[in-house]
């Protein structure tokens, strides 16, 4: 499976943005999805999952109830709505998936997911 994530920018705070990722699955049935961020000298970054099996989502504190991750399994693409976004969502932006079903309490593990994305850049300046 590969995937790339496109869509980054730059753009003012308070304003909107949406990361796609374009993956090469047949389907993403029983697929678990998600994007993380990265900051220069910072770990990575749980943003947000989506778990095809039974819609569930899960969002970082730091994003919940401003970012919307959604899938079009008919196209094989994958986004990010970043509404609302604040000069600290300046980040490189990845998308990774796996091809099971995650547990709830390991699903913003970065370590749970392969193959991951090429990043595409955030920076939302003040």
């Known amino acids: 499976v590969q995937l790339q994530a496109f869509g980054g920018g730059l753009v003012q705070a308070g304003g909107s943005l949406r990361l796609s990722c374009a993956a090469s699955?047949?389907?993403?049935?029983?697929?678990?999805i998600a994007w993380f961020r990265r900051t220069p000298g910072k770990e990575r970054e749980f943003v947000a999952a989506?778990?095809?099996?039974?819609?569930?989502?899960y969002y970082g504190d730091s994003v919940k109830d401003r970012f919307t991750i959604s899938v079009d399994n008919a196209k094989k693409m994958v986004y990010l709505q970043m509404n609302g976004l604040k000069p600290e969502d300046t980040a490189v932006y990845y998308c990774?998936?796996?091809?099971?079903?995650?547990?709830?309490?390991?699903?913003?593990?970065?370590?749970?997911?392969?193959?991951w994305g090429q990043g595409t850049l955030v920076t939302v300046s003040s």
């Open positions: 990774a998936t796996k091809p099971t079903r995650i547990l709830p309490a390991y699903i913003n593990r970065e370590d749970m997911y392969s193959p």
């Open positions: 989506l778990r095809w099996s039974d819609s569930a989502r």
């Open positions: 699955v047949r389907t993403f049935n029983s697929y678990s």
